[in-house]
């Protein structure tokens, strides 16, 4: 089973959330830029972004082969494709080549976070946006992150300090 649900598929506050940072993100594509949806899960947010911009052409990458294997069947095109990749190490990926990133609610899961910004700023070419997210300061009254697939907890200040060390943060929303 997949752990994620097609935000597309259904209707509530959480799936409003998801797709909201995919239109949200859609406002700052130039008309053909080419974009990599790292962490693009079942593919529902790159099948967003494509549909709401004149991007070129969208790449999603995840981890999951199965979650891969869906994006593939339900949302590539001839513009749209889908392949499995680790975030922390994007190698097929090549320097300077990418005019926009989106990673939504990833860094909090990855072993090394610096590689995957590393990654992100090596394949971002020099006049590249980026725009990530991830849950700030979700914590329970234990001060542990419910989430056992979280690794890291991450507060507004934190990703911004983490952040600022490979880019220039020009806007940050909150959600």
């Given at each position: 089973s997949l752990l994620h649900?097609?935000?597309?598929?259904?209707?509530?506050?959480?799936?409003?959330?998801?797709?909201?940072?995919?239109?949200?993100?859609?406002?700052?594509?130039?008309?053909?830029?080419?974009?990599?949806d790292l962490a693009c899960g079942l593919g529902y947010g790159s099948h967003i972004l494509y549909h709401s911009s004149l991007a070129k052409n969208i790449k999603g990458m995840d981890l999951c082969e199965d979650s891969i294997a869906y994006a593939n069947m339900y949302y590539s095109n001839e513009n749209v494709s889908f392949e499995i990749g680790n975030a922390q190490a994007i190698s097929q990926i090549a320097d300077n080549s990418i005019d926009f990133i989106t990673s939504f609610e990833t860094i909090e899961h990855l072993p090394e976070p610096d590689k995957y910004l590393k990654e992100l700023y090596r394949v971002l070419k020099p006049s590249g946006r980026l725009m990530i997210s991830a849950p700030n300061d979700w914590t329970d009254e234990t001060g542990q992150d419910p989430n056992p697939y979280h690794l890291h907890v991450y507060t507004l200040e934190k990703l911004k300090k983490e952040c600022s060390q490979y880019f220039m943060i020009e806007k940050v929303y909150g959600q």
């Amino acid at each position: 089973s997949l752990l994620h649900a097609d935000m597309l598929r259904k209707h509530g506050r959480r799936s409003d959330g998801h797709c909201i940072r995919y239109f949200k993100a859609s406002e700052f594509v130039r008309f053909g830029d080419s974009i990599l949806d790292l962490a693009c899960g079942l593919g529902y947010g790159s099948h967003i972004l494509y549909h709401s911009s004149l991007a070129k052409n969208i790449k999603g990458m995840d981890l999951c082969e199965d979650s891969i294997a869906y994006a593939n069947m339900y949302y590539s095109n001839e513009n749209v494709s889908f392949e499995i990749g680790n975030a922390q190490a994007i190698s097929q990926i090549a320097d300077n080549s990418i005019d926009f990133i989106t990673s939504f609610e990833t860094i909090e899961h990855l072993p090394e976070p610096d590689k995957y910004l590393k990654e992100l700023y090596r394949v971002l070419k020099p006049s590249g946006r980026l725009m990530i997210s991830a849950p700030n300061d979700w914590t329970d009254e234990t001060g542990q992150d419910p989430n056992p697939y979280h690794l890291h907890v991450y507060t507004l200040e934190k990703l911004k300090k983490e952040c600022s060390q490979y880019f220039m943060i020009e806007k940050v929303y909150g959600q």
